[in-house]
C-alpha cells in the first residue's frame, strides 16, 4: 500500500482501500490486529557493531600494527618508557575512533525523536488520544494548530489547514492544504497539497486525515532508510596517512633489514647491529604522526568553536579544507528564514522597505530618497491594515548573551506585515486598543482572502488582504491621491503591472483593501462584505538573503570553492535569491526536480558541472546531485538544517547542519555544526581547515625529512666503510627529542597570508608531492653531509669514537632543531615570518635542547646515554656544521618562489 499514490486518490476512495470509516474510524480490535500486521509507528534502524568491536575495528590500520609491533621490540631491547608512549598513542587513538564512530550512529535516535508523542484520533466512534507509535494505516487522526503530524496523512477535511513542511521539503512558507483536491500524474513532495507527513507541524487551522503510511513506510521513514544504506567514507585525509604509513612502515623496515645484513657482513657483532637496526627501525617509522595529526586536528577544532563551528569528527576539518564545491540548502542558510516585506506598491508609487528579519527596525524609501510612512495617508493605511487584518504576533525574545531578538508567533507571510507596520512605528496591540476586531470572515483557500472588521469613528470598517488578482476583482474604488476614486482600467492595469513586475523578483505579493459598513453584521458573509472594496495597494515579500552570505560566497569563488544552492523553492523565487547572492548571472545555470528526473545519470554528471542552482527538488534528487559531483572528481560539502538534507547530509564528503534552525536529525548525521547558522561561518572553517592542512605537511615534511636523514646516515656510514656513527639508544633520544615537541609546534603554525587566495588541492594529490619528495631529498641529503661529515672530522681530530658519536649526535639533534623553523613554510623564508612568531616552536626547541644539553653535561646521563662532555670550542665546530642543512632549506625555497612567480 506505501506505494500507491494517495493524492491521486479522493478521501472516501482512500477510506473505503483502507477499510476504515470516516466518522467512526477503526474499531480496536482491527487497530490491534494491523499493529501486529505492521508494526509499530516509529523508526526501527538496524543493530549497530557494538563497543568493543568498534574498538578492535580500530587496530586494522597497518601502520597501527606497525606500531604495535615496534612498542614489543622497545620493550625487547629495554626501551619500556618509548614501548609505553607508542601503546598510549595507539590506545588514544583507538578510544577517539570509536567516540567518534558510536557518536555518527545517533541519528536514527535523533530521527525517533521527530515522531509525535501522542495522537488524537477517533476510535470505536469516539475520539481518543493515544501514543504516537500505536497508529496503524487506516486510523483517523485529528489536527490542530501546534500539533506535530504523527504519521503521512490523505487528508479528508480541512480549514485554514497550513502545515510547515520545512524541515522535510526546504520550502519556508509554510504549506496551505486542501482536503478536496484530486492530483494528477506525478507530483513532488512540496505540492501534495491533500497530504500530511510525519514529523512536520501544524501550524494554522485544523484537519483531519486517515493514516495510510506508518513508522519506515513514511516519507521521513524512507530518508532513515537511505540513511541507513549509506557507508562511512573516510575521509582524504585518512586515505592518503593510510597510503603514506604503508609506504614509510615498509620502507623503513626494509632498509632496516638491508643495515642488519650490512652489518653481519662487516663482521660486526650480532647483538650490536640488531640492536642498531632495531633502534633505527623504531626511530625511522613516524609513529608520533598519528598522534600529532590527532592533537593538531583537536587543537584546530578547539579554534573553530570560536569561529562557531563546531566539529563533530577530527578529520572532517581537514575535509571541509580541501573543499572544492559547497552544496547549500537555501532557507535559513543562505536566507535568513524570516519573510520580510521589502516593497510596496501604493497611490501610484513603488516604496521600498530595508531592515533584516523580524527585528522592527528599518527606513522607507521612495525613488532612493528616505521618507516618512507616517506623513504618506496611502502608505500609513496599507501598513494598518496589514498589521489589523493578521493573526501573528511579534514578540521580543533574549538569547543566551542577551542580546535582543524577535520572532513571529503565527504565519511567517502575516508576521511580515506585522513588521512593517512596527518599522513604521504602527504597533499592532497598539491599534487593536483604537480599532479592536469584532467580527472577521477567515482566510479559506477557495476564495483567497481574509477579512476582519474594526469599529471605526462611530461606525465600521472592513479590513481585506488576499490574493491580488481576487481582490482586484472585488475591487470598485481605489485610495489614491489621499482621497477614494472610482478604480478605472487604467488603474487595473497599472497595479497588475506592478503585481507582474513583484512577482518578477521572486516576491510573495498580497493585495490590501478596505470597505466601510454602515453597522456592524451579525454573521459577516463574503458575498456581503468583500465587494466593491476601496484597494489600497500591494506588499512584496520575501525570504531575502543573509548580508554576510554574499560577501561569503564571494571568498568562496576566491578560494576556488563553487558555490551551488539546493533548495526545494520554486525556480523563480531560487534564482532571483541566487541572483542577488551572487551565485549565478543569468539562469542558464538552473535544473528543477522535475528536469532531473528526466534526465540520466550521465546527463546530470555533465549538467553538475555548470549548474548553480538547483530548484524544487527531494531528497533522492539531493543524492544524485552529491553522487554528480563527487562523481566529477571533486570533494563535496553540503549544508542544511531539514529532515530532507540528512541523506545529502552523510553521502557528501562532509555534511554542514544548522545549530539554530537545524534539525536533530541533521546534527546527528553532519560532521560539523555551524552555531550561528551563518554561511560566513563556513568560510571561516574552510580556511581554518586549509591551514591545519598546510600545518600537517608541514611537520610531515619536517618527520620524514630527519628520519630519512637517520637511516641515511647510518647507511651511508657503514657503505663508507666507517664505525656506526650513532649507538642505539641515542637513536631513541633523537626521535624523543625531534619527533615531538617541534613537529608538534608545527602543527600549531599560524596561517600563511596566502592560504585563501590559492586554489583548493586536487582531490588526488597526495599529502607528499612531488615538490614535497625533492626537498626532503635535498635535506636528508643535506643533513646526511653534516653529521657524517662532523663524524669524520671528529673522528680523525679527536681519534676517539665515543666523542665523534657525541659530535654527530648533538649534531643531528641540532640541525633537526633548525630544520623545523624552516619547514614553518614550504615557500617563505623564516626570516620573513619570523623566529620567534611561533611561540610553540621556540618552546618546544628550548625544551629539546635543555634535555639534549642534559645527557651531555649532566655525568650520570653521560654514562647512560654513551656521551662525552663538549667544550664551547667543539659546540661552535657543532653549529657550524648544523647550519649546512638549514642554509640549503633557505636557499632552496629562493628557487621554488621563482619558479612559482
Given amino acids: 500500500m506505501e506505494n500507491k499514490k494517495w493524492y491521486a486518490l479522493r478521501s472516501t476512495e482512500a477510506a473505503e482501500i483502507l477499510n476504515t470509516s470516516l466518522s467512526e474510524g477503526l474499531s480496536s480490535e482491527t487497530a490491534q490486529q494491523r499493529l501486529k500486521e505492521f508494526g ?5 534502524g538496524k543493530k549497530g557493531p557494538t563497543l568493543f568491536e568498534m574498538f578492535l575495528d580500530q587496530f586494522k590500520d597497518f601502520l597501527v600494527i606497525i606500531l604495535i609491533v615496534a612498542s614489543l621490540i622497545s620493550i625487547l631491547i629495554g626501551e619500556v618508557i618509548d614501548s609505553l608512549v607508542i601503546i598510549f598513542i595507539v590506545i588514544l587513538n583507538a578510544v577517539l575512533g570509536v567516540v567518534q564512530e558510536y557518536k555518527a550512529n545517533k541519528a536514527l535516535d535523533a530521527l525517533k525523536k521527530m515522531a509525535a508523542p501522542e495522537a488524537k484520533v477517533i476510535r470505536d466512534s469516539t475520539v481518543q488520544v493515544i501514543p504516537a507509535r500505536e497508529l496503524v494505516p487506516g486510523d483517523i487522526v485529528l489536527l490542530e494548530a501546534g500539533n506535530y503530524v504523527p504519521a503521512d496523512l490523505r487528508l479528508v477535511e480541512s480549514v485554514n489547514l497550513k502545515i510547515d513542511e520545512s524541515a522535510l521539503t526546504g520550502e519556508s512558507v509554510p504549506v496551505e492544504k486542501d482536503a478536496e483536491k484530486v492530483l494528477n500524474g506525478e507530483v513532488p513532495l512540496g505540492d501534495r497539497i491533500n497530504c500530511a507527513f510525519m514529523g512536520t507541524v501544524v501550524t494554522y487551522g485544523r484537519g ?7 513508522g519506515m513506510k513514511t516519507e521521513i521513514g524512507v530518508i532513515a532508510t537511505m540513511l541507513e544504506s549509506y557507508e562511512e ?10 597510503e ?18 650490512m652489518g653481519l657482513f662487516r663482521g660486526i657483532p650480532f647483538l650490536e647491529i640488531f640492536m642498531t637496526a632495531i633502534s633505527l627501525a623504531v626511530a625511522a617509522i613516524p609513529e608520533g604522526l598519528p598522534a600529532i595529526v590527532t592533537i593538531v586536528l583537536a587543537l584546530g577544532l578547539q579554534r573553530m568553536v570560536k569561529r562557531n563551528a563546531i566539529i563533530k569528527k577530527l578529520h572532517a576539518v581537514e575535509t571541509l579544507g580541501s573543499t572544492t564545491v559547497i552544496c547549500s540548502d537555501k532557507t535559513g542558510t543562505l536566507t535568513q528564514n524570516q519573510m520580510t ?6 497611490d501610484g508609487q513603488f516604496f521600498s522597505i530595508t531592515g533584516e528579519g523580524y527585528r522592527p527596525f528599518g527606513d522607507f524609501y521612495l525613488n532612493d530618497k528616505k521618507v516618512d510612512p507616517r506623513s504618506n495617508p496611502a502608505l500609513e493605511l496599507l501598513l494598518k491594515i496589514g498589521a489589523l487584518c493578521n493573526d501573528a504576533k511579534l514578540e521580543e525574545v533574549s538569547q543566551e548573551q542577551d542580546s535582543p531578538s524577535w520572532r513571529i508567533l503565527g504565519d511567517p507571510t502575516e508576521g511580515a506585515l506585522v513588521v512593517a507596520a512596527a518599522k513604521a512605528g ?3 496591540s497598539e491599534l487593536e486598543k483604537s480599532e479592536p476586531r469584532v467580527k472577521e470572515i477567515p482566510f479559506d483557500s477557495d476564495r483567497k482572502l481574509m477579512t476582519t472588521i474594526h469599529p471605526c469613528g462611530g461606525k465600521y470598517v472592513a479590513y481585506v488582504k488576499g490574493a491580488p488578482d481576487v481582490l482586484l476583482s472585488r475591487s470598485k474604488y481605489i485610495y489614491k491621491t489621499n482621497q477614494i476614486l472610482p478604480l478605472t482600467q487604467d488603474d487595473i492595469e497599472e497595479i497588475n503591472a506592478a503585481n507582474k513586475t513583484m512577482a518578477s523578483q521572486a516576491l510573495r505579493v498580497l493585495a490590501l483593501a478596505y470597505r466601510p459598513l454602515e453597522k456592524l453584521p451579525e454573521e459577516p458573509k463574503s458575498e456581503d462584505i468583500e465587494k466593491e472594496l476601496i484597494f489600497v495597494g500591494l506588499i512584496g515579500m520575501i525570504d531575502p538573503p543573509r548580508p554576510e552570505a554574499i560577501e561569503a560566497i564571494k571568498i568562496c569563488k576566491q578560494a576556488g570553492i563553487r558555490p551551488v544552492m539546493i533548495t526545494g523553492d520554486h525556480k523563480d523565487t531560487a534564482v532571483a535569491i541566487a541572483k542577488e547572492l551572487g551565485l549565478m548571472e543569468n539562469e542558464t545555470g538552473v535544473l528543477t526536480g522535475a528536469e532531473l528526473d528526466s534526465i540520466t545519470d550521465e546527463e546530470l554528471l555533465k549538467e553538475s558541472k555548470k549548474v548553480s542552482v538547483y530548484a524544487r527538488v527531494s531528497p533522492i534528487h539531493k543524492l544524485r546531485i552529491v553522487d554528480a ?25 562532509i555534511g554542514v547542519a544548522m545549530g539554530i534552525t537545524g534539525t536533530d536529525v541533521a546534527k546527528e548525521t553532519a560532521d560539523m555544526i555551524l552555531v550561528d547558522d551563518n554561511f560566513a561561518s563556513i568560510v571561516a572553517a574552510v580556511e581554518e581547515g586549509r591551514v591545519i592542512y598546510s600545518n600537517i605537511r608541514k611537520f610531515i615534511f619536517f618527520l620524514l625529512s630527519c628520519n630519512i636523514a637517520e637511516i641515511l646516515i647510518i647507511f651511508v656510514s657503514m657503505l663508507a666503510g666507517l664505525p656506526i656513527p650513532l649507538k642505539p639508544i641515542q637513536l631513541l633520544w633523537i626521535n624523543v627529542l625531534t619527533d615531538a615537541f617541534p613537529a608538534l609546534a608545527l602543527g600549531m603554525e599560524n596561517k600563511e597570508p596566502d592560504i585563501m587566495q590559492r586554489p583548493p588541492r586536487k582531490p588526488e594529490e597526495p599529502i607528499i608531492d612531488g615538490r614535497m619528495r625533492w626537498q626532503i631529498a635535498i635535506q636528508s641529503i643535506f643533513m646526511t653531509v653534516a653529521v657524517v661529515g662532523v663524524f669524520v672530522y671528529a673522528l680523525k681530530t679527536t681519534a676517539d669514537l665515543e666523542k665523534a658519536r657525541t659530535f654527530a649526535f648533538t649534531t643531528l639533534i641540532f640541525s633537526e632543531l633548525l630544520r623545523a623553523y624552516t619547514s614553518r613554510s614550504e615557500t617563505y623564508s623564516v626570516f620573513k615570518i619570523g623566529f620567534f612568531t611561533n611561540r610553540f616552536m621556540v618552546l618546544g626547541t628550548s625544551i629539546s635542547l635543555i634535555l639534549l644539553f642534559a645527557v651531555i653535561y649532566i655525568p650520570f646521563l653521560r654514562t647512560v646515554f654513551d656521551t662525552t662532555y663538549l667544550t664551547f670550542m667543539e659546540m661552535d665546530i657543532i653549529i657550524l656544521f648544523g647550519l649546512i642543512p638549514f642554509a640549503s632549506a633557505e636557499i632552496s625555497k629562493i628557487f621554488l618562489r621563482k619558479a612559482k612567480a
Fill in 233 to 242: 567514507e573516510i575521509t582524504p585525509l585518512q586515505k592518503k596517512l593510510e
Fill in 629 to 653: 559531483i563527487k562523481n566529477n572528481g571533486h570533494i563535496a560539502a553540503m549544508t542544511g538544517d531539514g529532515v530532507n538534507d540528512a541523506p545529502a547530509l552523510k553521502k557528501a564528503d
Fill in 341 to 346: 516585506a521589502t516593497k510596496i506598491f501604493t
Fill in 426 to 428: 504602527l504597533v499592532t
Fill in 40 to 44: 509499530y509507528n516509529e523508526l526501527v
Fill in 208 to 214: 483531519k486525515g486517515i493514516v495510510v503510511s506508518t
Fill in 244 to 261: 603514506t604509513g604503508k609506504v614509510l612502515g615498509i620502507a623503513s623496515l626494509v632498509i632496516c633489514g638491508v643495515v642488519f645484513l
